[in-house]
C-alpha cells in the first residue's frame, strides 16, 4: 500500500505548466500570479476527520479550532497573511446541531483573531461521521515568499515552541504561528520554512529533500515538550521524550533555516519579541544528504520514517 | 431536522464583516477583492460523496469529472474564469490505486479543456467510503460580477440546455457552461444568474428570494430533456417529465434573467454562437413575490419545496 507522499506524487505528477502558477504541488501553500506587483496569492485546503484527527468525544470547539488551525499553520509557514476560508462540513446522517454550532464557534474564534473571514460553506452528507474540510486563502509579499526549498550548507536550523506528545492536548488547540512567521521574514534572512505536522524528522527531511542538502541535529538541543516527557514517566511502553520529540506529529511549530552569522541577534530578538515562546537553534544544514543526530556517544543516522536507531 | 439551507444560514450568520469581502455566504461563489482595477476574485468549494453523488460503480473518471465540474458551474454562474483547484481526496481504508488513478484522470482532462492549474492535493483517510472536495479558485471582472440578487420585475427568464432526468448520466459528464456565461456577460446586460444544481424550481426561488421578487414560468416552454421523458414513459412511478424538469437537481445549467427587449436578439445571436445547445425563454419575473406556473388551465403556485401540486 502506498503512502500519502506517494500517492499524492503519483497523482500530482504530468501536471501541465500554467502561467499563473508560481509554486504548485510539494510545499506548504500553493503560490499563485495574482497580478500584482507586491504579493502573491496563497492557497491551501487541509481536512480533519473523526477517528483519525479527532474523536467522537473531542469537545466541538475544539474540532473547529483545529480545522482552520491546520490551513492557518501552513500559511505561516509561507510568512503569509491570510485572509478568507471557506468550510466544508461532511456531516453523519444523524448529528446533533449544538455539535455544528460548537465547531463553527471553534472556527469563527480562531478566525477573528487572525482576522479571516469565512465566506461561505457547504454541508453535505458522510455515513461515517464528520469531516471537516477547510480551503484558506491568503497573500504572501512577492520576491519574499518562504519555501521549503531554500535552506543552504551552513544554515543554522531553528524550531520554535517544545516538541513532542501533541496528542496530549495541543493538537487541539495550538495557535498558529503566524505572527512569529511574519516577523521572521520581515527582519531576517529565512532561507526554508515549514510548519511541523509530521513530526520534526520528517518535516525536516521535506525540508532537505526539496532543497537538495543535508542535516545535522543535536540531540540535547532538541526542545521537548512537558507532554512528551509526563507520557514517558508515566507509561513504560510510551516513546523515550526525544523519539517523541524528533518523530510525534502535529506540534505546528516552525522549522526553518537561516545563514548560522546571524544565529545570535535572531535569538536576541526574537525573546524580546515573543519572551513566552522558545526558539531554539537545533543543528545545523549540511551539504552532505541525509539526516543524522549528534549526541555524547557521535554521529548515527535516522531512518526514514523518522525513528531512531537505537544501537 | 434542519436541511442543508438552514443550517448554512445557521452557521454562516453574525460572520464579522472584512473589508476584502464584496461578496460573502449565499450566492454561488464568494467574491473577494484583489486589490485589482480590472478583476475580482471567485472563491468556491464542493464536495461529492460515495453513495449520494455517485456510487461504488461509478466510472472513476466519471466521479473525477463531476467534482470539479461541479464547482466549476459554480464559477460559470457568475461568468468568471477559473484557475487554479486544490482536491482533498478522502479515501476508504482500502482502496484501489487504480481507481484514484481514474478519479485524477477525469479530473484533469476537465481542469484541461478550461485551463485550469491542479495546484496541489491532500489524501486523508474516510472511514465510510470515497470524498472528494475541490476549492477552485478564478477571476470576474470587476463591476460586472453576476450574482443572485439583480433580477428585476419584467426581466425575462432563460435557461439553458435541457432539463430533469440528470441522473440517468448527465450528473456525471456536464460540460459546465463557461463559455457561453462569460458570453452572455460580454453581450447582453444580464440583471442576475444561476446555476442548476437543486433543480429549476428550487434555484430559481434562490434568485426570487436574493432579489426580493417573484416569478411566472411558463408550463408549455420549459425545455424538457429526453432522460426525463423517456424515465417516465417507462416507469408508472417515475415523475411526470414536466415535474422532473421543474425538480430533479443536477442540471448544470445556466438559469438567468435580463430586461426582457433583449430577449429575442439573444435569441438570435444565441443560435449563431452555441447552435448545438438550446436556449429557451421560460418567464418572467414579477413584482407580486412568489412563484407560479401557468398552463392551459391558468396559473398556479409552486410549493416551497419545488413539487407541483396536481389539481
Redesign the interface.
Known amino acids: 500500500m502506498?503512502n500519502?507522499f506517494e500517492?499524492?506524487q503519483?497523482?500530482?505528477a504530468s501536471?501541465?505548466a500554467?502561467p499563473?502558477?508560481l509554486v504548485?504541488?510539494?510545499d506548504d501553500?500553493?503560490v499563485?500570479e495574482?497580478?500584482?506587483l507586491d504579493r502573491v496569492?496563497l492557497?491551501?485546503?487541509?481536512?480533519v476527520?473523526e477517528?483519525?484527527h479527532f474523536t467522537p468525544d473531542t469537545a466541538p470547539e475544539r474540532i473547529g479550532h483545529k480545522a482552520l488551525g491546520r490551513c492557518l499553520s501552513d500559511i505561516a509557514a509561507m510568512a503569509g497573511t491570510p485572509?478568507?476560508a471557506?468550510v466544508?462540513?461532511?456531516l453523519p446522517r444523524r448529528f446533533e446541531?449544538g455539535r455544528?454550532?460548537g465547531i463553527?464557534a471553534g472556527l469563527?474564534a480562531l478566525a477573528?483573531r487572525h482576522?479571516v473571514?469565512?465566506?461561505?460553506?457547504?454541508?453535505?452528507?458522510?455515513?461515517?461521521?464528520l469531516?471537516l474540510?477547510v480551503?484558506l486563502?491568503g497573500w504572501a509579499p512577492r520576491n519574499k515568499t518562504i519555501l521549503r526549498s531554500g535552506a543552504k550548507p551552513g544554515d543554522a536550523i531553528f524550531v520554535s515552541g517544545d516538541l513532542g506528545g501533541s496528542l496530549a492536548g495541543k493538537h487541539l488547540d495550538f495557535e498558529p504561528r503566524l505572527d512569529e512567521a511574519r516577523w521572521l521574514a520581515r527582519h531576517f534572512p529565512i532561507h526554508s520554512m515549514i510548519d511541523l505536522s509530521d513530526g520534526l524528522a520528517g518535516d525536516l527531511r521535506h525540508i532537505l529533500k526539496a532543497s537538495g542538502v543535508g542535516a545535522e541535529l543535536l540531540a540535547a538541543a532538541v526542545p521537548i515538550s512537558r507532554a512528551a516527557r509526563r507520557a514517558a514517566r508515566e507509561s513504560s511502553t510510551a516513546k523515550p521524550p526525544l523519539v517523541a520529540a524528533l518523530t510525534d506529529g502535529e506540534d505546528f511549530e516552525l522549522l526553518f533555516t537561516l545563514p548560522s552569522r546571524h544565529a545570535v541577534p535572531l535569538l536576541d530578538s526574537w525573546k524580546a519579541q515573543f519572551p513566552h515562546t522558545r526558539l531554539t537553534c537545533i543543528g545545523k544544514i549540511t551539504s552532505t544528504e541525509g539526516l543524522t543526530l549528534r549526541d555524547k556517544h557521535g554521529a548515527r543516522p535516522l531512518t526514514a520514517h523518522g525513528y531512531v536507531h537505537f544501537a
Chains 1, 2 share one sequence.
Open positions: 502506498m500519502e500517492l499524492i503519483r497523482l500530482t501536471l501541465p500554467h499563473e502558477v504548485g504541488p510539494g501553500c500553493a499563485l495574482a497580478g500584482l496569492l492557497f491551501k485546503t487541509d481536512a476527520v477517528g483519525i485572509t478568507a471557506l466544508t462540513a461532511a446541531v455544528v454550532d463553527y469563527k477573528q482576522h473571514a469565512i465566506v461561505g460553506g457547504e454541508t453535505t452528507t458522510n455515513p461515517a461521521g469531516l474540510s480551503a486563502l
